[in-house]
């Protein structure tokens, strides 16, 4: 019996690499189970998938205690403390996961695969692609879960995005693959994990005639914003909102103040003050 739980945003793929996972397994001949367990919210909220593979049929769904916890972002690191025994492996995204959040886990974990995931993804592939990294990395720890059918799994789920952008299956299939390998290449860490330290993202930009505000703990980058300004002042940054996705900033030159992105935006993520 294997027991997985993986946490994450809303957002980021959790519920997609579990589904891969469970049917692969599935197709390898072993009993599964799975079940999600997320809120109302598709983005923003901590979403759970809860995994068992076994050779022999699986009486319960639900478990107290897992082998492997895989955790995406900081908001879900409270959501897994007590799902840690007695040689449980974490696999968690280092470049995702500020040192403050991993400290919580000092003395539970003892076991640490670490994989920058979103730093690979938005230098390399996609920052959606981060939970194809992660993946790779939890493939591993299944020696007759053939890769092969975890990719074919992978383009039976993608397959209407597939159809629309071919060039994205071929993406996902080397995000996949070297998360395997950074998984492979790693040595276990004894406690003291490590993260990112917390970083102050600028959250207001002002001239002599307006203030621009941007919220990361409420703006997911979803583009609108950028699509919709008239006067083609907002971009996107190198900074990151709650989901791990890209955020805006503005270029206070072209600025109008036209008030267009508050507007448009769904979430309340950006304010305009003019003075």
């Known amino acids: 019996m294997v027991r997985i739980l993986l946490a994450g945003e809303g957002g980021q793929g959790v519920q997609t ?14 009993y599964v189970s799975y079940i999600p367990s997320f809120g109302v919210e598709q983005r923003g909220g901590v979403s759970l998938a809860y995994i068992q593979i076994d050779n022999a049929p699986i009486g319960f769904p639900r478990f107290s205690k897992a082998e ?8 879900a690191v409270e959501a897994i403390k007590d799902y840690f025994n007695f040689g449980t492996i974490l696999i968690y995204d280092s470049s995702a996961i ?5 400290q919580k886990l000092e003395g539970i974990a003892k076991k640490a695969v670490s994989i920058p995931a979103q730093k690979i993804a938005k230098e390399k592939y996609s920052i959606k692609m981060l939970n194809m990294l992660i993946l790779g990395a939890l493939t591993k720890e299944f020696k007759d879960i053939d890769i092969n059918t975890i990719q074919e799994e992978l383009e039976n789920e993608l397959k209407e995005k597939i159809a629309k952008q071919p060039e994205i299956k071929e993406k996902n299939f080397a995000a996949l693959k070297e998360g395997a390998l950074l998984a492979s290449n790693v040595n276990f860490e004894e406690n003291g994990f490590i993260g990112i330290e917390s970083k102050v993202v600028t959250k207001t930009f002002e001239d002599d005639k307006k203030t621009w505000t941007r ?11 950028i699509e919709r300004c008239p006067v083609k002042a907002l971009r996107f940054s190198n900074d990151v909102g709650f989901l791990g996705n890209l955020i805006p900033e503005i270029d206070l030159e072209k600025c109008i103040a036209c008030g267009m992105c508050e507007r448009t935006c769904p979430d309340g993520a950006i304010r305009i003050d003019k003075k």
């Open 68 to 75: 492997i916890v895989v955790v995406f972002c900081n908001r």
């Open 98 to 102: 500020e040192n403050k959040y991993l």
């Open 17 to 30: 690499i579990a589904k891969i996972l469970a049917k692969a397994a599935q197709k390898s001949k072993k």
């Open 215 to 225: 919220f990361p703990e409420y703006c997911k980058g979803c583009n609108l914003c």
